[in-house]
């Protein structure tokens, strides 16, 4: 379940009264607030690599072609409907060797088949780097967690923000003796911030799944408005 967090809500004022340089514009305020809301997150992403090396650029295609779909089986038939694999990026290069003293002698060729792996049922986020490593990735990336729809939580930590940004233009409109007209201007700007977190090297066998601990993800939303002064 969201929820804010006020004790920690992020007020960036800048805060500054701007006076109209015109006899068309009242004089008017400007203040911004910035609004925080912490929630669990309910879909993490694995970045899982597959990488093989052979003579030549197509045994090493070929070899890691292999392996990875190995992978994307294994963790296919893991999740089934609660995730998805999908592969975003494949690569191949040369490796070389360089003897002191003498020209760069090539040794072979590495190609490397990068997975993204959608889990949406959290509980089987270590199972999925297990069964990835079992299966012959190379190496695990990390681990992204986030929100299949980060609005809900979003517009929460908008009307923080709006709430934050009006309360510091009512104080800057008190300290002059005036009181606040029509707001004339309103903006906006939020972002998801995920959070990372470092997955256990494969190769380690363990009796039990990788455990892993979600934690929370914020977002934070941005609001500057603009405030008419009234005597």
Same mark, same amino acid.
């Given at each position: 379940m969201?929820?804010?967090i006020?004790? &920690?809500v992020?007020?960036?004022?800048?805060?500054?009264?701007?006076? =109209?340089?015109? =006899?068309q514009?009242?004089p008017?305020?400007? +203040?911004?607030?910035?609004?925080?809301v912490?929630t669990?997150?309910?879909?993490?992403?694995?970045?899982?690599?597959?990488?093989a090396?052979?003579?030549?650029?197509?045994e090493?295609?070929?070899?890691? =072609?292999?392996?990875?779909a190995?992978?994307? *089986?294994?963790?296919?038939q893991?999740?089934?409907?609660r995730?998805?694999?999908?592969?975003?990026?494949? *690569? %191949? *290069?040369?490796?070389?060797?360089? @003897?002191?003293?003498?020209p @760069?002698?090539?040794t072979?060729y590495q190609?490397?088949n990068?997975?993204?792996?959608? &889990?949406?049922d959290?509980?089987l986020?270590?199972?999925?780097?297990?069964?990835a490593?079992?299966?012959? =990735?190379s190496?695990?990336?990390?681990?992204?967690?986030?929100?299949?729809d980060p609005?809900?939580?979003r517009?929460?930590?908008?009307r923080?923000?709006t709430?934050?940004?009006?309360q510091?233009?009512?104080?800057?409109a /008190?300290?002059?003796?005036a009181r /606040?007209?029509s707001?004339?201007? +309103?903006s906006e *700007?939020?972002v998801?911030l995920p959070?990372?977190?470092? +997955?256990?090297?494969?190769g380690v066998? +363990?009796?039990?799944?990788?455990?892993?601990?979600?934690?929370? &993800?914020? %977002?934070?939303?941005?609001?500057t408005?603009?405030?008419?002064?009234?005597?």
């Amino acid at each position: 379940m969201a929820r804010i967090i006020s004790t &920690v809500v992020l007020v960036s004022f800048s805060c500054g009264m701007v006076w =109209a340089q015109t =006899a068309q514009r009242r004089p008017f305020v400007r +203040a911004s607030g910035e609004g925080v809301v912490s929630t669990r997150p309910d879909q993490v992403k694995v970045i899982v690599n597959c990488t093989a090396q052979g003579s030549t650029a197509q045994e090493a295609t070929e070899a890691v =072609a292999s392996q990875a779909a190995s992978v994307i *089986s294994a963790l296919t038939q893991l999740l089934g409907s609660r995730g998805d694999v999908r592969t975003v990026g494949v *690569s %191949v *290069s040369p490796q070389y060797r360089y @003897p002191q003293g003498q020209p @760069p002698q090539l040794t072979g060729y590495q190609a490397t088949n990068t997975l993204e792996v959608t &889990v949406e049922d959290l509980t089987l986020a270590g199972r999925t780097i297990d069964r990835a490593v079992q299966a012959g =990735a190379s190496s695990i990336g990390g681990l992204q967690f986030g929100l299949k729809d980060p609005n809900p939580v979003r517009n929460q930590a908008l009307r923080a923000a709006t709430q934050q940004a009006r309360q510091s233009a009512e104080a800057i409109a /008190l300290g002059l003796g005036a009181r /606040l007209g029509s707001v004339i201007m +309103a903006s906006e *700007s939020g972002v998801v911030l995920p959070v990372i977190t470092e +997955a256990r090297a494969p190769g380690v066998t +363990a009796s039990a799944p990788t455990p892993i601990e979600p934690g929370t &993800v914020q %977002v934070r939303a941005s609001v500057t408005i603009e405030v008419e002064l009234a005597q």
